[in-house]
């Protein structure tokens, strides 16, 4: 199954929607997508999918559609660094080795649901930034509750996978990891979403090793950037979600991304191949993410805010 959240030309309200070949089936009675999940969400998805198709509230072709990230405001983001090629080549464009730490758990760090934008929406280029990046990602959405999770049973607590673009000011973030802390200014102004949630039976045809043969790619103004494929990742998401939920409870809604797949932003590509070749983002920039089966993100670059000086 594939869902989504988009606005509907009739009431011009959100509305959660199955697609179906082709069109928007959008439900009657729930205009949240998270009022889907919890326990027994894969039952109740399945019995949603049946009221959507029997008796939809409007049928919208996916093409003329305006759509919404699938959970405009996550109850929390967590964000990951699981592909262990993205870490080596990024810590070197940072001035420093891995970390053996890495290797030992997942790191990750939350950010700003407030700022989670739709697949499509213009991001702006966050204040004072002169490095703005993008990172190609993919991310889970977590389908039910649960603490203290075993690594190799905690994939049956997601609902379905995203593409994520997690926008990074990397300037902004290199300055104030200097103070040990963060990231924080670096990474709030935008996080992106595709346009759906996908179920995992879907994508279990692609299934190899910890994750799913997928090709991860990226362009900008049409220019190839990034290729890789999720099956390379290092933690898989049975192991982040693990993490995540030890000592703590992951909530229905919870996005968990993976992190940037291996040259899956400019830091790393600068960093072996030079700027000139691949420059920062710039407005007027149209970025273009995909991941195979499971969706696309295309965001044009616009000017941000300026800097309000602290005094």
Known sequence: MRWSTYTSPTDGQPHVALCQDGS??????VTRLVDLLG???????AEAAERAVLDPFEIVPEDSAVFLAPVPTPPSIRDFMAFEEHVKTSSAALGHAVNPVWYEIPLFYFTNPAATRGPHDPVPVPPGCRKFD????????????GSDLDPATAEEHIAGYMVLCDWSARDLQEHEMLGFL?????????TSLSRYLVTPDELAPYRAGNAYALEMTATVN????????FETIHWSFGQVLAYASRGTELR?????????????????????????AYPWLQPGDVVRLEV???????????????????G
């Open 24 to 29: 928007l089936h959008a439900l009657r009675d």
């Open 39 to 45: 326990d027994g969400f894969a039952e109740r998805l």
């Open 134 to 145: 993008y990172e190609l990602e993919i991310a889970a959405l977590v389908g039910r509750s």
């Open 182 to 190: 963060g990231p924080a200014k670096g990474k709030d102004t935008a």
């Open 222 to 229: 049409g220019k190839p950037y990034s290729r890789g494929t």
């Open 252 to 276: 229905p809604g919870d996005v968990i991304g993976s992190g940037t797949v291996g040259t899956g932003c400019i830091l790393e590509l600068s960093r072996v191949h030079g700027e000139r």
């Open 292 to 310: 195979e089966h499971v969706g696309v993100i295309e965001s044009e670059v616009v000017p941000g805010p300026a800097v309000v000086p602290l």
